[in-house]
């Protein structure tokens, strides 16, 4: 069966230009929404997955979705710092960090309306289990004293958290006196300060978390069945990695569905658009279909060539709207995570999966949109066609 030529196809479309870039326009607006979802969806998973590191634990009390609904008193907090396995540093230290977490009413910087922000109280130690944070301005703070450092977003976002100023909350006032950048983690969202401070300050009897790090990282499932059988410990420990991907679906799940219904809805005006300009294009050709049914081109090569014609606008459109969702990779932006209620910064993530996704649904809408009035011109009988010329 004789095909036509792609290049007379792409010929065609050009002929059309104007129609073809307003349609392919329509096109690449619904696959710049579609894509953005995605990659924001992606953005925060990828945002607090690499919160957490491969070697880590973080022990909760049993039932706690997120860390400030988590509660560990000062005896489980002493059990769990004297179990085997736990790594220790040059010092002898054992690398462990009990940290209450909770969350504290900031005004931004750019409206003054107040945002939850997750307060950590931690140690010195804090460093060390997390590779990703370095100080980038100022200094650590001092065990024993009102002093915290700010995460760069929080730094940035937030009136009061910048190097050398001073926050107040919690009957007290504190000065900042670092900044750090934890690589575009969750832990950029957050202040963190002395543990045994921010215990007194917020009048708490208990720690929210502890998190360690193992000396053998095949020795997780031996540590967990131990902890398990303690009776004095109603907590579950999970691995770091684990626990902050599970942090991030309830938030990431409810984007990707908001945003792909939306994205389902504007995508009918599309397919609406690309079958209007596809019958156009048919009424416009009649006398050509005839021309190349006389020439010996059987209808299914009529109709494979208008439905590659559709798809080619379709993915003119695809490209568009991917090129400039990409530009949203340069963007930072916050919301309230689900879990927790505070603010998290991350930025939009484009993956090669997600541009293989976001072609497909435009190819996918060239599709619907082209294949019925291919099929009308495909059906039209050759005498017709050049009696209508």
């Known amino acids: 069966m004789k095909q036509i030529p792609i290049s007379y196809i792409a010929r065609n479309l050009w002929v059309r230009r ?46 706690a979705g997120a860390e400030i609904n988590s509660g560990i008193d000062r005896g489980q907090a002493a059990i769990i710092e004297s179990l085997p396995g736990i790594a220790t540093n040059g010092n002898g230290l054992r690398l462990l960090s009990k940290e209450p977490v909770v969350l504290n009413n900031l005004p931004k910087r750019s409206n003054g309306k107040p945002s939850n922000v997750t307060v950590r109280g931690t140690s010195a130690l804090a460093l060390e ?6 100080l980038k301005q100022g200094r650590m703070f001092r065990p024993g004293s009102s002093e915290i450092i700010a995460g760069q977003a929080i730094a940035s976002g937030f009136r009061g958290a910048g190097l050398g100023e001073t926050l ?20 950029d969202s957050e202040i963190w300060g002395d543990s045994e401070q921010m215990m007194a300050a917020f009048r708490r009897n208990a720690y929210s978390t502890i998190v360690f790090r ?22 579950e420990a999970k691995p770091e990695i684990q626990f902050y991907a599970e942090q991030s679906e309830a938030l990431a799940t409810f984007i990707r569905i908001l945003g792909l219904s939306l994205s389902v809805i504007f995508s009918i005006g599309a397919v609406v658009g690309a079958m209007i300009t596809m019958f156009a294009a048919v009424a416009q050709r009649v006398g050509e279909i005839g021309t190349l049914r ?17 798809l080619l606008l379709s ?8 090129f400039a969702a990409s530009w949203m990779q340069t963007v930072d932006i916050s919301t309230t995570n689900f879990q927790t209620f505070s603010e998290l910064a991350f930025q939009f993530k484009l993956t090669p999966e997600i541009a293989l996704k976001t072609l497909l649904f435009s190819l996918f809408m060239g599709f619907v949109g082209g294949f019925i009035p291919s099929w ?14």
Request: charged share 15%; glycine share 10%; with cysteine.
């Open 18 to 63: 104007v129609t073809t870039l307003l349609t392919a326009g329509g096109m690449a607006l619904v696959v710049f929404v579609f894509a953005t979802v995605l990659m924001m969806s992606e953005g925060i998973r990828a945002t607090l997955v690499a919160t957490g590191q491969v070697d880590n634990v973080l022990v909760l009390r049993k039932g």
């Open 129 to 134: 289990l997390r590779p990703q944070v370095q």
């Open 168 to 187: 107040h909350f919690a009957q007290r006032d504190w000065l900042v006196v670092g900044i750090f950048d934890s690589g575009k983690t969750g832990f």
């Open 214 to 235: 193992l000396a053998d990282q095949s020795a997780f499932d031996h540590l967990k069945s131990a902890i398990e059988a303690d009776q004095r410990l109603q907590i």
């Open 294 to 310: 006389a020439l010996g081109f059987r209808r299914t090569a009529v109709l494979l060539a208008f439905l590659l014609e559709s």
């Open 315 to 322: 993915l003119v459109g695809g490209l568009i709207g991917l």
């Open 376 to 389: 009308q011109a495909a059906r039209m009988k050759i005498v017709d066609c050049l009696r209508a010329s």
